[in-house]
């Protein structure tokens, strides 16, 4: 009788490939198979009929992977696999813009003007460093522009620390003219002829008339000075000089040298004292080069050359700032200044203390003329008592 051998199939399982990626916005997808169970050193290959499908996508989810087919060897048991795409990570950011209405934007910045010059400084250097453009403007400037704020407040010195700065252009203007042409000057330099330089005005917080004038000077006011009034006296002529608030007490000074001692005066609104300066120094320096060209000489000395009388100057400022043109100014020359610590009190006595008021003026105006011997000098006694100042009063330099 004849016998039979049996082989049964062995059994095996497969299982369908997993993967798992990010979101790319591409299509992805996973293939292939393993299989566990086989004998006698098979892989997955023999199993010839074993195909996968699915396992393939585009956004991010999870695809199922699936296995199926038969063998003549082995029984199958099928595992499903599955691509898993992950949520790529991104950062939304809102957009951000910057627009001034295609117009060039030339900053103003507006300060006291003690906190300016004397608290950053350095950032005033940084602005001349870097060639910015734009306009400071220092508030309440003077040592006694500003009632009873004192030491911490009262500027006498920003404007020879912006002198420093080589392309700082400084002025110290009165009147609302001499602002207005000023900002032109500065708009056409910065904006129009593209110059690299910036620009810091001193202004004042008192309430006061400001003149008419039908025939502005504006290149004058530029430059630095400009002749603003006349007075008339037969016995002496002065040129009286002066500069932000202080001009005012030059002008009633003015009147007080006319109507009390005959004495007849020229005067000279001073807008810039470093542009002044700065403008001698070039021509200075173009004639030391050029020996054998006719000398240019400096706005300062074509103003007051052929004037008659000695020369006061009076400013809310150290007397450094108005005496640093005494080099060009072609006449004897006395100035009058704020240098010591800020005060506080009224602007009257302020004024008084720091020896800058109408009444100091035309005492140092009525000392020069009889320095020079056209006065009397017993009228300059005279002068101070009529004013009621005490030749013993503190010295405001060391007080």
Known sequence: MDGTLTIDKASATVTANSDTTTYNGGSQNVSGFTATGLVGGENASVLADVTTTGGSGTDAGTYTHTASG????????FVDGALTIDKATATVTANSDNS????????????????????????????????ARG??????????TLNGEGLQHQDGHSLIQASTIPNCRSYDPTYAHEVAVILQDGLKRMFSDKENCFYYLTVMNENYEHPALENVPTDDIVKGMYLLNETQGDKGRVQLMGSGTILREVEAAAELLANDWGIGADIW???????LRREALLLE??????????????HVTKCLEGRDGPVIASTDYMKLYADQVRAWVPSEYTVLGTDGFGRSDTREKLRYFFEVDRYFVTVAALRALADRGELDRKHVGEALKKYGIDASKPNPLTS
Do not use: C, H
């Open 285 to 298: 320096r173009e004639g030391f080069l050029n020996p054998d060209a006719e000398a240019n000489k400096p």
């Open 70 to 77: 038969t063998d003549g060897n082995y029984d199958l048991t």
């Open 269 to 275: 609104s001073v807008t810039s004292f470093n542009e």
């Open 135 to 144: 306009f400071m403007v220092g508030g309440t400037a003077g040592r006694t």
């Open 100 to 131: 001034n209405n295609n117009v060039t934007l030339l900053p103003f910045y507006v300060y006291y003007s003690m906190f300016g010059f004397q608290r950053i400084g350095d950032l005033a250097w940084a602005a001349g460093d870097l060639q």
